[in-house]
């Protein structure tokens, strides 16, 4: 644990802050003075609701927007920096936007996932080589390769868009909301894929997401934002300990943590940091045998 | 008397790109009557977009039939009626915002159906004022939120005052705030205008709010019942790709564990908790 600690982080933002349309009467401030660091391997989850920054912030982390302040450093770097190759950086760290279905183009699934690497300057045995870990990967059949991408369903070009960021291989994969729209398999699903990823390959993960529920139970570390700060951060145990914080900052928690809380506001002294049934089940039984007194 | 949709042993088939025919309903029986708030859950695929699109004519059985207000639509001659009924909301809000300026999106359908001026701006007010969006009828749509713009998309329904309303996973792009948002306009269309609701999800939260809950598996009606009826079935939703809400797990978990001899139909946090809190302070078991 010590060593993972001691290592400098692969990405950091130092003090980054984002001002929209400055000088119009739209001016806004999505972010303000943000500061976070990610250590390699680590599996972080970014929650807020919409308009507290979080996607704003995830812009920044492989140069599609530029701060009005502060910096974004990879591998100890400034990715602003003239000196840096921020094209470079786009292929190590992948970004999944929302809705990644709608951005595919090419007119065979193959050909899709090879624009990154065709980008890169890869060999075409290299890309031939990618192209097809990268469909292993995210668990779809070699065939589809030579399909339209219209002939799939919605969840199979979603993996097919993620694929095309897996071949590039960056270092940091940042999606933003991957699972938006599909059907709770559907859900279980892209999230094994993502979990399969950073547990197997160590790729970085920083997932954006508006629901706690599954970013509690994917990350080890939850970020949480509200209007354009962090709000609150640490391990999913120590997020939910305030879970009534949470609600009043307009994040839905989930239901059984909800019921927890409401048997706090009736006076029941139980513990309030959970959320999944089953460690609601070890809470309440645990509160009985206190309730009860033995 | 009729009903507001009635679809009697409906069959839906389609060729695919390798020209495989599918069945995408298979002989659903299916009736909602006039008033009804009801809910239409399956996993994708299992046929209920294809349900929506042939509750207002978008497309035609391939065997049965389907009434809608009493009108059979397989009559092209009144394929206006059927659709000025019962109107349609799709996902993507994006994909039905028309104008470029919110007041005009709203009137759109009216114009079309040639409303007198006059008429149009008291509907276009009045539909904006019951989504709650009246403030912005001179705003651009496109910088309103994803939750925003469903709202208007349903204002645009509204205004042709239909009979009923059939939404295809409305809520499935917003956020926790735009979804209830656009639930509590749902309800206040059902409860005030006395509107015939069709609501097709994913979100399990939002089909427990509907009077009734349909479910579709692989184009067969399959569960057909009240949300209370239904949401107690964990292991059945679980096998058809749906779950249960997290109260109902959480009482079959400790009834399991503890022997709580707990009633498990909890929809909500305040039932749920309820029954938890009568159990912790209860008796010695």
């Known amino acids: 644990m010590n060593e993972i600690k001691r290592e400098a982080p692969i990405l950091e933002v130092r003090g980054l802050s984002h001002v929209y349309s400055a000088g119009t009467p739209f001016e806004q401030k999505a972010l303000d003075d943000v500061s976070l660091s990610v250590r390699r391997g680590e599996f972080i989850a970014i929650i807020g609701h919409t308009g507290s920054g979080k996607s704003t912030l995830i812009q920044h982390l492989n140069g599609l927007l530029r701060p009005t302040a502060g910096q974004v450093l990879f591998h100890g770097k400034d990715i602003f920096s003239k000196s840096a190759d921020l094209r470079g950086v786009r292929f190590r760290i992948g970004l999944l936007f929302q809705y990644p279905e709608y951005q595919l183009f090419e007119e065979t699934v193959g050909q899709d996932i090879a624009f990154g690497p065709a980008n890169m300057g890869l060999g075409n045995h290299e890309i031939t080589r990618r192209v097809a870990d990268a469909l292993e990967a995210v668990g779809l059949p070699q065939s589809i390769a030579e399909k339209s991408p219209f002939e799939l369903s919605g969840g199979q070009k979603r993996r097919v868009a993620l694929a095309g960021v897996l071949a590039m291989q960056p270092e940091i994969l940042v999606l933003d909301e991957p699972t938006a729209g599909l059907d709770p398999a559907g859900r279980e699903e892209m999230f094994d894929l993502i979990r399969g990823l950073h547990d197997r390959r160590g790729t970085t993960v920083i997932l954006v997401t508006h629901s706690m529920e599954d970013a509690a139970r994917v990350a080890s570390r939850l970020v949480v934002m509200r209007a354009g700060r962090i709000f609150l951060t640490g391990a999913p145990s120590e997020v939910f300990a305030q879970a009534d914080a949470l609600e009043r900052s307009g994040l839905t928690v989930p239901q059984v943590t909800k019921i927890l809380l409401e048997l706090r506001r009736r006076g029941i002294p139980v513990d309030t940091g959970c959320y999944t049934v089953e460690q609601a089940v070890q809470k309440l039984l645990a509160c009985r045998k206190e309730v009860r007194g033995c | ?285």
């Open chain 2, 1 to 285: 008397m009729s009903e507001m949709i009635q679809a009697e042993n409906l069959t839906f088939r389609y060729t695919d790109f390798s020209h495989t025919t599918h069945l995408a309903l298979d002989g659903v029986n299916l009736t909602i009557p006039y008033g009804q708030f009801a809910a239409i859950l399956g996993r994708n695929g299992s046929g209920k977009s294809t349900f929506a699109k042939n509750c207002n004519a978008i497309a035609l059985p391939s065997g049965g039939r389907v009434l809608v207000d009493g009108i059979d639509t397989m009559q092209p001659d009144r394929i206006w009626d059927i659709r000025r009924a019962c109107s349609m909301v799709f996902q993507n809000p994006d994909n039905q915002i028309v104008a470029t300026v919110v007041e005009e999106d709203v009137a759109f359908g009216l114009e079309n159906m040639g409303v007198p001026p006059k008429e149009i701006r008291r509907r276009v007010n009045e539909a904006l004022r019951m989504v709650g969006m009246y403030e912005y009828c001179m705003h651009a749509p496109h910088l309103l939120s994803g939750g925003q713009k469903q709202r208007i998309a349903i204002a645009g329904v509204l205004a042709m005052e239909p009979k009923c309303i059939v939404l295809d996973e409305p809520t499935a792009m917003l956020d926790p705030r735009g979804r209830a948002d656009v639930m509590h306009v749902l309800h206040r269309l059902h409860e005030e205008k006395g509107i015939t609701i069709v609501l097709i999800t994913h979100h399990m939260d939002e089909a427990v709010q509907a009077q009734r809950v349909a479910v579709l598996e692989a184009g067969h009606l399959i569960l057909d019942g009240t949300p209370r009826e239904i949401f107690v079935q964990t292991a059945k939703l679980h096998s058809l790709g749906l779950t249960a809400p997290q109260s109902v797990q959480l009482l079959e978990a400790l009834n399991a564990r503890a022997q709580a001899g707990l009633e498990t139909d909890a929809l909500t946090v305040e039932e749920c908790a309820d029954r938890l809190e009568a159990w912790l302070k209860g008796g010695r078991a």
